[in-house]
């Protein structure tokens, strides 16, 4: 969601600062600004897209050798300029409209939990505040703090700063210096060439540097052109270890698709058989995993951990959270292991009985969700500490957090609804059952072979399903004119409606629910009628006769049926039973297949009702706050 890139050098930075916010905008804002030393500080600020920024600051040819800038998307306060970053501070009495110029700007992601104690305290000293923002607060309170050395003033304020935070701070009086700090919240240190910079996200600085260093919890770094230092959350001078870290730009080509959602869509055979390349056979060490600096780790072995645990504990969120609930039913069904999978942002604030000789698993596209993280932090604390990531970005924090990891490679994911991430998850999930079977004796080779076959398949048969584009968009045709949309799914599939359902509500705005097919009964059938289509996720699997009956039961109401049917399934069309044949039957693997005509019906209904499909309003794309 919300960006920061800062920048300390000897060449106008603004380039450099807005190119690193177009490279974030994907995570999703609602307002963006860059402000400038220019001899005294100076911003501009819009709630319009990064492009117009760069109008802005070109027409009023704002320059400097310092800077920071932001990408916003909302939390306290309107998304109006006045609440967008970045907020600035000059001193008590002293209002926006003062003449006098203002002493400290900054940036912010995260979110302050004591900014209400804190504003009273600051207004009772006389600071004005312009804007309803928390971050605001955090401006005035190193104002407040300020004695000649702002990176001193950076330090007396984050001791009193409760909640999760990485900002990016410049000074008027220091025009060579930004500070930076973080806890909670991600912050990377770009090392430079005579300058040097901050991010959120090293995709930033895609481009500028491949020198990155993480910032760890508690940080405060002090940035100049030429040096940097940093202090822990002791605040003793500490090194952090410099990276080589290659990071995509997130201005991809979006070639001949009219979105990155439907370039992202076709991207998944590729981006499955990137996930697979290498894999050989099932064994644990693939979830070994390398750590950003790429060097194997010496310490965990997943080999150990997998024959010393007993149970899965699933944490995740919004389509990492669908993904772990289909691999419940593999882990048990296959790999015979009890597996409880959990809503992160509901798991860390609910008591529960922890078990040390449990597998902790966290999924996430980014690495970078904060309530996953912190879901993590928790059940560690409790005394889990076998931990494995399944996550796309290989120098992310969840990465860094856990002992084991299988990375995704899936490539940049642009599109706020996650598609190619999505199947990548299901991807590495399968393998992880695999490994985990084979660890407690439950996989013979023959059944592995087999499994590995069908992997290997994927691509292909992804293919196939792609094909069925134009009859996915004869119903997207009808979706168009609705407001509300029911998904039914049994077993192994009722998560692939709960994820279909999801991606319809994301873009096109139509309220869209899902539900177990067996639960028809015990109240949604109340909402059917003829104004609210069904889809039915219909694959050829043992429960494929009791699907048909729950078919009948919406029939009977009036409800037009949209069936996503296996071949053999025996499922024909007919009035009020609209059938896409799915090309072949997939067994266990069968989610990856039927998760992707609905994919598609989200896209190809929000392109005909004219949403923004890239960009669905209030959502972003990385959940870096709780």
């Avoid at 029939?555 to 069936?563: D, M, N």
Wanted: with cysteine; glycine share 8%; charged share 20%.
């Amino acid at each position: 969601m919300c960006g920061i890139v800062g920048a300390a050098s000897h060449r106008n930075i603004v380039p450099v600062l807005v190119q690193g916010l177009q490279r974030l905008e994907y995570r999703g804002y609602d307002s963006c600004g860059v402000a400038v030393h220019a001899g005294q500080l100076t911003r501009t600020r819009t709630t319009s897209r990064v492009a117009d920024l760069l109008a802005q600051v070109q027409e009023d040819k704002v320059e400097g050798l310092t800077g920071i800038a932001h990408t916003r998307w909302a939390t306290h306060g309107a998304p109006v300029v006045h609440n967008a970053h970045p907020h600035f501070s000059r001193g008590p009495g002293e209002g926006p409209d003062s003449s006098k110029s203002a002493r400290v700007a900054l940036v912010h992601n995260g979110i302050i939990e004591n900014h209400e104690a804190l504003r009273a305290s600051l207004q009772a000293r006389g600071y004005v505040f312009a804007s309803q923002t928390d971050t605001e607060v955090i401006a005035h309170l190193i104002d407040s703090h300020y004695d000649g050395d702002l990176f001193e003033a950076v330090k007396a304020t984050v001791k009193q700063l409760q909640g999760a935070y990485a900002i990016g701070v410049i000074c008027r009086d220091e025009p060579h210096r930004v500070v930076g700090a973080r806890a909670g919240s991600p912050l990377i240190l770009g090392v430079g060439q005579g300058e040097n910079f901050l991010a959120s996200d090293a995709m930033a600085l895609a481009g500028v540097t491949d020198q990155i260093i993480y910032l760890e919890e508690g940080d405060v770094v002090d940035v100049q052109p030429g040096k940097y230092w940093i202090a822990d959350r002791s605040h003793k001078s500490v090194t952090r270890p410099v990276r080589q870290v290659h990071a995509h730009s997130g201005a991809a080509e979006l070639g001949p698709y009219r979105h990155y959602m439907q370039k992202e869509i076709f991207e998944q055979p590729r981006a499955i058989a990137d996930t697979l390349e290498g894999v050989e056979g099932v064994v644990p060490e693939l979830f070994d995993g390398i750590p950003p600096d790429g060097q194997k780790s010496s310490g965990a072995s997943a080999h150990r951990v997998f024959q010393q645990i007993d149970k899965v504990l699933i944490l995740a969120c919004g389509t990492s959270y669908y993904s772990g609930c289909t691999a419940k039913y593999w882990l048990e069904g296959i790999a015979k292991i009890p597996t409880q999978v959990e809503i992160a942002s509901e798991y860390r604030y609910r008591e529960s009985v922890p078990d040390p000789k449990t597998l902790v698993v966290t999924i996430s596209q980014s690495g970078e969700t904060a309530d996953t993280l912190a879901a993590l932090k928790h059940a560690r604390s409790l005394g889990m500490e076998e931990t494995l990531t399944i996550c796309n970005v290989a120098t992310s924090a969840m990465v860094r957090e856990c002992k084991l990891a299988y990375i995704t490679r899936a490539g940049v994911e642009i599109g706020v609804a996650s598609t190619k991430a999505f199947t990548t998850q299901l991807a590495g999930l399968f393998l992880l059952t695999l490994a985990l079977a084979q660890s407690k004796g439950r996989l013979s080779a023959e059944e592995e072979a087999s499994h590995l076959k069908q992997m290997r398949h994927l691509p292909v048969a992804l293919q196939s399903v792609l094909a069925l584009e134009p009859q996915v968009i004869s119903w997207a045709e009808d979706f168009a004119r609705k407001e509300n949309a029911l998904f039914l799914g049994r077993g192994l599939h009722y998560p692939i409606a709960l994820e279909g359902a999801l991606k319809l509500k994301e873009v096109t705005y139509i309220h869209a629910e899902a539900y177990a097919a067996g639960e028809l009964k015990h109240g949604p059938l109340a909402l059917v009628t003829s104004e609210m289509p069904v889809v039915t996720v219909a694959p050829n699997d043992a429960l494929v006769e009791k699907l048909k009956s729950n078919m009948q039961e919406v029939r009977a109401r009036g409800g037009v049926l949209y069936v996503l049917a296996d071949a053999d399934t025996h499922i024909e069309s007919s009035e009020g039973i609209h059938v896409i044949r799915m090309p072949e039957h997939y067994g266990a693997l069968s989610p990856l297949l039927h998760v992707v005509p609905l994919q598609l019906l989200a896209y190809h209904t929000a392109c005909a009702r004219g949403t923004d499909v890239d960009k669905p309003r209030n959502l972003a794309k990385s959940v870096t706050v709780e």
